[in-house]
């Protein structure tokens, strides 16, 4: 079937531009998570959604990031005012929540540069 | 932080074995090890996981010390498309509500 799919995959903002990240998760999957990679490292955790609910949002570098999921399937992440150091891939992840459920499948990521 | 450590690069010649090393030697009696890689434009991708015995499964084998301190992940016939970033990853919860916690990972160079 269809894994998760994310839009755009890349993206070029000029510094202080608003940016949305749409990430489409595997139907039916209850969680989702949305994690920052800078250049050369690991993915970082940003947020987790269970259905349309924002669990933790711990990993939000700051009040500029926003993400939702108002209808528990497609999430978007947005940032505003966009800053250098927010170039990065934001990658989305999603699996189903119960116990025993383990794997997350990612998407592809977004790749955000910003001038 | 991660509460693994890798080695930061390593290389494979084609078909032989690779045998990927990780420490983690603070892991509780809870806590799972999993096994994710990254190959170049892609999101990570689940390879295995293991909590106390060796595990196989059609892509690896996770081999884990007895007392739980170290692992070594096994491809046992690498090819080119094994070229990847992979990264060992201990996780306190079997569910799929939990972040990863990501380190910086063993890129693997398979050699033609």
């Known amino acids: 079937g269809a894994g998760v799919s994310q839009s755009p995959r890349y993206k070029v903002a000029k510094r202080g531009q608003d940016v949305a990240l749409r990430c489409d998760p595997i139907s039916g999957h209850v969680s989702l998570f949305w994690y920052q990679q800078a250049l050369g490292q690991g993915p970082e955790f940003l947020t987790y959604f269970q259905n349309e609910a924002q669990l933790d949002k711990s990993g939000l570098p700051s009040d500029r990031f926003f993400a939702e999921r108002p209808e528990g399937s497609v999430s978007t992440l947005k940032i505003q005012r966009t800053q250098q150091e927010d170039s990065a891939v934001y990658l989305c992840?999603?699996?189903?929540?119960?116990?025993?459920?383990?794997?997350?499948?990612f998407g592809p990521g977004t790749r955000l540069t910003v001038t | 932080d991660a509460k693994t450590t890798q080695p930061p690069s390593m290389d494979c010649a084609e078909g032989r074995a690779a045998n990927l090393p990780c420490n983690h030697s603070t892991i509780s009696g809870n806590e799972y090890v999993y096994w994710y890689r990254q190959i170049h434009s892609q999101g990570p991708q689940y390879i295995i996981h293991g909590l106390k015995n060796n595990e196989t499964n059609e892509m690896a084998s996770l081999i884990i010390t007895e007392d739980r301190k170290s692992s070594t992940l096994i491809l046992p016939h690498a090819t080119l498309r094994d070229t990847a970033v992979y990264y060992c990853?201990?996780?306190?919860?079997?569910?799929?509500?939990?972040?990863?916690?990501f380190g910086k990972g063993t890129r693997l160079s398979v050699i033609a």
């Open positions: 990853i201990v996780r306190a919860t079997h569910s799929g509500n939990t972040p990863l916690v």
């Open positions: 992840a999603s699996s189903f929540a119960g116990t025993g459920y383990y794997e997350q499948y």
